[in-house]
């Protein structure tokens, strides 16, 4: 079914792992245990899905890992207008990358996020890709962890801004930032927002919203 998009020739992908007890979630499962870790992670992307789907901003895609069969993608695929799609490639910065590449084959803008950052909302996104739309080449939202909660691309892609960057540590937003500048990629910055990695995190985002 056609929409009027925003954005018409951008892309929202949103990177999912298959809600497997014990696979996701795994620093929140040791202090809350793995079903309720699961639980949560099924909300959460629940929730950023119909946020992505509900803007009305741009086609929405669900890049799976580690393949598109679980019966909850197929829910989501059900309940909302998302296309699913397969992660490929040997680590998260591979997946990544490819997943942009060939998202931007055919789209002129694509943005990328995860599912465990709340405070993405519409105009969240809206920002990103009317950052893109005026001419960045590449647009960033921070987290408060030190990581990065959304990236988005246009143009062609510098598969050397995802390789060898210290994936789930404090370093991954400044490693990457001084990736695009080597390469001489102009890019903008968002508002850092929280993501959910931790019990404390979930705290902290009780206290912002308070």
């Known amino acids: 079914m056609s929409r009027d998009w925003r954005f018409p020739s951008a892309r929202i992908l949103i990177f999912a792992k298959a809600p497997v007890l014990g696979q996701v979630k795994t620093r929140l499962a040791e ?3 793995a079903e309720e870790a699961t639980s949560l992670y099924r909300q959460l992307l629940e929730t950023m899905v119909a946020k992505a789907c509900n803007s009305a901003l741009a086609p929405v895609e669900l890049w799976c890992f580690p393949d598109v069969h679980h019966e909850f993608f197929r829910y989501l695929q059900g309940r909302y207008a998302v296309s699913l799609h397969v992660q490929a490639g040997v680590d998260l910065g591979e997946r990544m990358s490819w997943a942009l590449q060939s998202t931007l084959l055919s789209a002129e803008l694509a943005i990328l996020i995860g ?8 105009p969240y996104l809206e920002r990103a890709l009317h950052a893109l739309h005026k001419g960045d080449e590449v647009v960033v939202g921070p987290a408060l962890d030190g990581g990065y909660v959304l990236i988005g691309w ?3 892609i510098r598969p050397r801004i995802f390789s060898g960057i210290p994936w789930s540590t404090p370093d991954v937003l400044s490693r ?6 080597e390469e001489g990629v102009a890019f903008s910055l968002l508002t850092p927002l929280q993501d959910i990695d931790r ?12």
Do not use: F, Y
């Open 31 to 33: 202090e809350m245990g």
């Open 115 to 122: 599912s465990d950052c709340p405070g993405i909302d519409a």
């Open 154 to 156: 246009r143009g062609k």
């Open 176 to 181: 990457s930032l001084e990736r695009l500048e």
């Open 199 to 210: 019990v404390e995190d979930l705290s902290a985002l009780v206290h912002q919203e308070a």
